[in-house]
T-cell receptor, first 112, second 115 residues
Framework: KQEVTQIPAALSVPEGENLVLNCSFT??????LQWFRQDPGKGLTSLLL?????REQTSGRLNASLDKSSGRSTLYIAASQPGDSATYLC???????????FGQGTTLQVKP | GAGVSQTPSNKVTEKGKYVELRCDPI?????LYWYRQSLGQGPEFLIY????????DSGLPNDRFFAVRPEGSVSTLKIQRTERGDSAVYLC?????????????FGNGTRLTVT
């Protein structure tokens, strides 16, 4: 049974710092891995989707990497800003559908 | 264009009552998903529709939970004899094709509180 874990549960950094969020999964046979952002009281917004054949994806200040063999993904945020404060969730599909298994999330606070 | 719309945004009900939660997906999206999110946790899958049919309802916790999508667009999640443990945020998402690489678009959720 696939399990997805995110550590730490919470992270606080000063503005401008580069940071890395971690995601691990137990079954390496994945179709892809996705990173989402969730603001308080809101739904999830898709940030990046890495296909199983890819090693990384970039969007602006965000870079996500995938290492299937070790069951790990990282989300790198460069030059963090207070507007980056949110909960970040990673997820993998349990089949070739949008049925996703989510981690618990990392709540990020970027202090001005 | 409009995103995924969920109504109501908040629902407070008494234990034992029946509730209905509504989801309006993005127009043209064939796949629709319901998830449930408890405080401090990631969303948990409940049910997935492809068109009008439930393609996978393995996440529904018990037979008090039921969902429909009669015309392949709007979906309603129905909970009978609500219990306090049903309190959570219920999220709906839609995607164009239903495949895992088809981006999911989430609504803002319905926060259900059972007193």
């Amino acid at each position: 049974k696939q399990e997805v874990t995110q550590i730490p549960a919470a992270l606080s950094v000063p503005e401008g710092e580069n940071l890395v969020l971690n995601c691990s999964f137990t079954d390496s046979a994945i179709y892809n891995l996705q990173w989402f952002r969730q603001d308080p009281g809101k739904g999830l917004t898709s940030l990046l989707l890495i296909q199983s054949s890819q090693r990384e994806q970039t969007s602006g200040r965000l870079n996500a990497s995938l290492d299937k063999s070790s069951g790990r993904s990282t989300l790198y945020i460069a030059a963090s800003q207070p507007g980056d404060s949110a909960t970040y969730l990673c997820a993998v599909p349990s089949s070739n559908t949008g049925k996703l298994i989510f981690g618990q999330g990392t709540t990020l606070q970027v202090k001005p | 264009g409009a995103g995924v719309s969920q109504t109501p945004s908040n629902k407070v009900t008494e234990k034992g009552k029946y509730v209905e939660l509504r989801c309006d997906p993005i127009s043209g999206h064939t796949a629709l998903y319901w998830y449930r999110q408890s405080l401090g946790q990631g969303p948990e899958f409940l049910i997935y529709f492809q068109g009008t049919g439930a393609a996978d309802d393995s996440g529904l916790p018990n037979d008090r939970f039921f969902a429909v999508r009669p015309e392949g667009s709007v979906s309603t999640l129905k909970i009978q004899r609500t219990e306090r443990g049903d309190s959570a945020v219920y999220l709906c998402a839609s995607s164009r094709s239903g495949q895992s690489n088809s981006p999911l678009h989430f609504g803002n959720g319905t926060r259900l509180t059972v007193t």
